[in-house]
C-alpha cells in the first residue's frame, strides 16, 4: 500500500491556471480584433471570429477541466495481493475517493497512505464494492465535514472516523453489521446519525464523548452494546432501544448528563457495573422482566432519579448501585415483600433502601419494534389484572393524534400502531369507560 510518487501538484496547478488566463486573453484579443462595428451599435461576427472564438472556448473548457480534476496523490490501500484491489485518491477540492472490491487495510494510524493530507480531508465518498472502511482510517482528519458509504460496506472499522471534529451528521449504510469500536470516538460535532437494521454490534467506546449526539434509536438486530458505547454524550437526552437488544455493557451510558429516558425492551438480559452512573437527569427507570443483577454503581449518583421498577427475578444488587441517588423516592417490586427482602444488597443503597416500596406492584414492560409503516408495541406486564385495557396513546409533536388497545389476556401482548407519531405513552386501565388506572405510565421515544 502507498502513494504514486509521479503527481506533481504545484506544476499541474500552475500549468492550468496559466492556459485559464492566456484563453481569456486570447478570447479577448480575438473578440476586439475580428469584428466591425455597423450601424445601430451591433457587431457583425466574421467567419474567422467565430473560428477563434470556439477556439478559445475549448481551451478555456478544458482548462477549467483540467483544473477541477486536480489530483494531489493517489495509491492503493486493499488488502489482496499488493492492495491494487482497493485504491484511493485525493482530489485539491478535499475529496477522498476509495474505489475497488473487498476490504481497506490500514494497520496503524502512521501507515495510513493519505497519513500526510489528513487535514486537507473535506468528504469522503467510499464506492460500491469496498467492504470495509479499515482501522483508524480517518482518524483525527479534523476538517471532515461529509462521508458517503457504499450499501456494501460490511464493517466500521476500529476508530474509523474517530476524532473528526468537523463530522455533523452519517448516515450508516444498510448492510453495515458491525460498528467498531471508537468509531466514532470524539466527534464532538456529530448531532445525527441513523443506525440501520442490520447492525448487529454497537462495540465499545463506538460514540463516546459525542457532545452534540441528541437522540439516538438503537434498532432491533443490534443484540450487544458494547462498554462505554456513549458513555460522555453530555447533550444525549433520549435513547430508545427497541426490541431485540440483550446484553448493555458496563459503562454503556456513564455520563451522558442530559439523559432524561431510557427504554429497556423486555429482550434485555443483562446491564453492566456503572451502566447509567452519573447520567443526572434520570428521573424513572423500569428494569426488564430478565434482570437477575443489578451490578455495582448501576445509577451511582443520578441525582434526578425518582422512580425505580424492579423484577422479582433480580436476586442481587451490587455495592452503591444507586449511590447518592437522593431524589430516590419510589421502588416499584413486582415480587412480594418477603422476597424483597430475600434480595442480597451490596453497600452503599442507603436510598434505595429508604425509598417507599411498592410490593407485589402492577407494572407494564413496555418495547417497541418499528417496521416500515407502522410501530409495534410489545407488551408484557406483572401482576396486572386479566381483562384490563392496555392502551398505547399516540404523540407527535407533542400532541395528541390517536391511540390503539387492547385486552391483557395473561400473555404478551403485541399492539401496532400505524398513525405518525414519535413518542407514546403505554397506560393500563380497568377499562375505557372508567379509566381507573391499575399500573403507572411509561412513555417511549421523545
Avoid at 459503562?251 to 438480559?269: D, G, H, M, R, W
Avoid at 442480597?344 to 419494534?369: K, M, W
Amino acid at each position: 500500500m502507498g502513494s504514486s510518487p509521479i503527481i506533481r501538484t504545484k506544476n499541474r496547478t500552475h500549468n492550468c491556471v496559466f492556459y485559464f488566463f492566456m484563453s481569456l486573453t486570447y478570447f479577448f484579443k480575438t473578440a476586439i480584433i475580428e469584428t466591425d462595428f455597423i450601424i445601430g451599435g451591433a457587431f457583425l461576427v466574421t467567419k474567422r471570429f467565430r473560428v477563434y472564438f470556439f477556439t478559445a472556448l475549448f481551451v478555456l473548457l478544458f482548462a477549467f477541466s483540467a483544473f477541477s480534476a486536480q489530483i494531489v496523490d493517489t495509491g492503493t490501500c486493499g488488502g489482496g495481493g499488493k492492495g491494487e484491489n482497493v485504491t484511493w485518491t485525493l482530489y485539491e477540492d478535499g475529496k477522498m475517493e476509495i474505489s475497488g472490491e473487498g476490504d481497506v487495510v490500514v494497520l496503524k494510524t502512521a501507515s495510513r497512505p493519505w497519513y500526510a493530507y489528513l487535514s486537507e480531508i473535506r468528504t469522503v465518498v467510499i464506492g460500491e464494492g469496498v467492504t470495509s472502511t479499515g482501522k483508524f482510517a480517518f482518524e483525527s482528519c479534523e476538517n471532515l465535514t461529509s462521508v458517503t458509504l457504499p450499501s456494501s460496506l460490511k464493517t466500521i472499522d476500529s476508530s474509523a472516523f474517530a476524532a473528526c471534529k468537523s463530522l455533523s451528521m452519517i448516515t450508516i449504510s444498510e448492510n453495515v453489521q458491525v460498528i467498531g469500536d471508537y468509531a466514532f470516538a470524539a466527534c464532538r460535532n456529530l448531532a445525527a446519525i441513523t443506525i440501520p437494521e442490520g447492525v448487529q454490534l454497537i462495540d465499545e467506546f463506538a460514540f463516546c464523548e459525542c457532545d452534540s449526539l441528541l437522540s439516538m434509536t438503537i434498532p432491533v438486530s443490534v443484540a450487544k452494546i458494547g462498554r462505554s458505547a456513549f458513555s460522555g454524550c453530555d447533550n444525549l437526552s433520549t435513547a430508545t432501544l427497541l426490541y431485540g437488544v440483550e446484553t448493555i455493557d458496563d459503562f454503556a451510558f456513564y455520563n451522558c448528563q442530559k439523559l432524561e429516558k431510557i427504554n429497556l425492551p423486555v429482550s434485555v438480559t443483562s446491564i453492566g457495573g456503572s451502566v447509567f452512573a452519573e447520567c443526572h437527569s434520570l428521573t424513572s427507570v423500569i428494569l426488564p422482566p430478565q434482570i437477575t443483577v443489578i451490578d455495582e454503581g448501576a445509577f451511582a449518583h443520578c441525582a434526578a432519579l425518582e422512580t425505580v421498577v424492579i423484577p422479582s427475578g433480580v436476586t442481587n444488587i451490587g455495592k452503591f448501585a444507586f449511590d447518592k441517588c437522593k431524589n430516590l423516592r419510589n421502588v416499584y417490586y413486582t415480587g412480594t415483600k418477603a422476597e424483597w427482602e430475600s434480595i442480597r444488597v451490596g453497600c452503599g443503597n442507603e436510598y434505595l433502601r429508604q425509598a417507599t416500596l411498592h410490593d407485589s406492584a402492577a407494572v407494564l414492560f413496555p418495547s417497541i419494534v418499528k417496521k416500515s409503516d407502522e410501530a409495534v408495541y410489545i407488551v408484557t406486564a406483572a401482576n396486572l389484572p386479566q381483562s384490563s385495557m392496555v392502551v398505547v396513546a399516540l404523540y407527535k409533536d407533542g400532541r395528541f393524534v390517536g391511540y390503539e388497545s387492547a385486552v391483557y389476556n395473561g400473555e404478551t401482548l403485541e399492539i401496532a400502531a400505524d398513525t405518525p407519531h414519535d413518542s407514546a405513552t403505554i397506560l393500563a386501565w380497568s377499562d375505557l369507560e372508567k379509566l381507573i388506572p391499575l399500573a403507572p405510565g411509561t412513555k417511549i421515544g421523545s
